[in-house]
């Protein structure tokens, strides 16, 4: 939701541009272009004929990824794959350990093993701490919902109904000893989720490297195609024209991403929960907290259920840890969840009021080399 001031203050800068004005601004900034051009080409050739191992890299680059920053490389071989996280592609104080790089190569990982499963090349998954390889062998395909899920899928940032959501089955997606799920107390999360969202704001390190992952300009969205966007922000029609016709200053992007996280998304919430492992700097464990994040949402889409990760609250954990700051954000995260456990990875789930867009994405090729 944006206020209403800024809602007239938007639309008299409109004006003052002209009607002719305001329309080659629309077309520059993609007004009309919702979803197309380079950036959004990897969602129509996610799943071609042929049995090349490029393809099942198409399938992984759709999945989910902090900021949409993409952090995974491909090493390609006749039978197997060596997936590794991209390290120039960190968030900087956002991601100062590398939690979410890690949970985002996980997340592509398990995109990967379901196209693979889906092509009868059986995956056999060694996860390292530096990453992870796929030893590809061959038999019968083995087609799943959730593969038919994957170009599908999208975080989605708008209302929720807040029509109660039945849980258990997610609980059941979760298959290794090492990480767990926890569903929270809703007052008590949101309350944390917004004194986080607040304390990056204010924290100058956290903010430009947030900021900087933002692609309000199309041009630049194009070329980079990745980064959050203006589409994928849930916000209605009018506002993501308005948003990309003018340009959008660091401060208004804040005051907005506060807004909607407090008013709309935390407040429209059927359900919030966290994933956890027994040791948050692991990073296989971080790898399989992003596989079962990636089915989890997958089974979502399935079941026409949305969902968005909200993870200020570890960004803050991960911040205190890397900048030596008083641990306040970890220890009451810690009061969060069961003895032994640590939060990695927060979301919230619920029935959509909207359709949720796609990001940009680069494609197979720009992420993968041949090992020969
Ligand atoms: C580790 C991780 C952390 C994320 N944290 C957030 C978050 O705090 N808030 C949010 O709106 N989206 C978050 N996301 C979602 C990404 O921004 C999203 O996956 C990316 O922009 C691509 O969009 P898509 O999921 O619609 O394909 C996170 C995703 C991952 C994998």
């Not at 993609?30 to 071609?48: C, L, Q, R």
């Not at 989910?64 to 993409?70: E, I, L, T, V």
């Not at 991209?86 to 900087?92: A, E, I, P, Q, T």
Request: hydrophobic share 40%; charged share 25%; aromatic share 6%.
């Amino acid at each position: 939701m944006i206020s209403r001031r800024k809602l007239l203050l938007g639309l008299g800068s409109m004006a003052a541009l002209g009607v002719g004005g305001t329309t080659w601004r629309a077309i520059d900034q993609g007004v009309f272009s919702t979803g197309s051009g380079a950036a959004y080409a990897a969602w129509d050739e996610w799943n071609p004929p042929g049995d090349d191992v490029l393809h099942l890299v198409r399938a992984a680059v759709l999945a989910a990824s902090a900021h949409n920053a993409q952090p995974w490389l491909f090493r390609l071989g006749p039978d197997r794959i060596e997936l590794t996280p991209d390290l120039s592609r960190n968030l900087g104080a956002m991601d100062p350990l590398n939690r979410e790089m890690q949970i985002s190569v996980g997340c592509a990982l398990e995109n990967l093993t379901l196209a693979a499963r889906h092509r009868g090349r059986t995956p056999e998954i060694r996860l390292r701490p530096d990453g992870a390889t796929i030893l590809l062998g061959r038999s019968t395909p083995e087609t799943s919902p959730l593969f038919e899920a994957i170009p599908h899928r999208h975080t989605n940032r708008a209302a929720y109904d807040t029509r109660p959501v039945e849980t258990q089955k997610l609980a059941e997606l979760v298959d290794v000893p090492e990480v767990s799920l926890v569903w929270h107390d809703k007052a008590k999360f949101s309350d944390l989720t917004v004194r986080a969202t607040e304390a990056i704001i204010a924290d100058a390190d956290q903010s430009r490297d947030d900021f900087s992952w933002y692609r309000g300009d199309w041009d630049d969205l194009q070329a980079a195609k990745d980064g959050i966007t203006i589409d994928a922000s849930g916000q209605s029609q009018m506002i993501r024209t308005m948003g990309k016709i003018l340009p959008t200053s660091h401060d208004l992007n804040n005051d907005t991403w506060l807004e909607s996280t407090r008013d709309t998304q935390l407040a429209t919430a059927a359900a919030v929960g966290s994933l956890l492992v027994r040791d948050p700097f692991d990073p296989v464990q971080r790898m399989q907290t992003g596989r079962i994040w990636q089915r989890m949402h997958l089974w979502a889409t399935t079941q026409g259920l949305a969902m968005q990760p909200i993870n200020q609250i570890e960004e803050r954990v991960d911040r205190e840890r890397s900048a030596n700051l008083k641990p306040d954000f970890t220890d009451a995260m810690s009061a969060l969840v069961p003895a032994g456990t640590h939060a990695v990875f927060s979301f919230r789930i619920g029935y959509p009021t909207t359709t949720a867009l796609a990001s940009p994405r680069r494609r197979a090729e720009e992420v993968s080399r041949s090992s020969s």
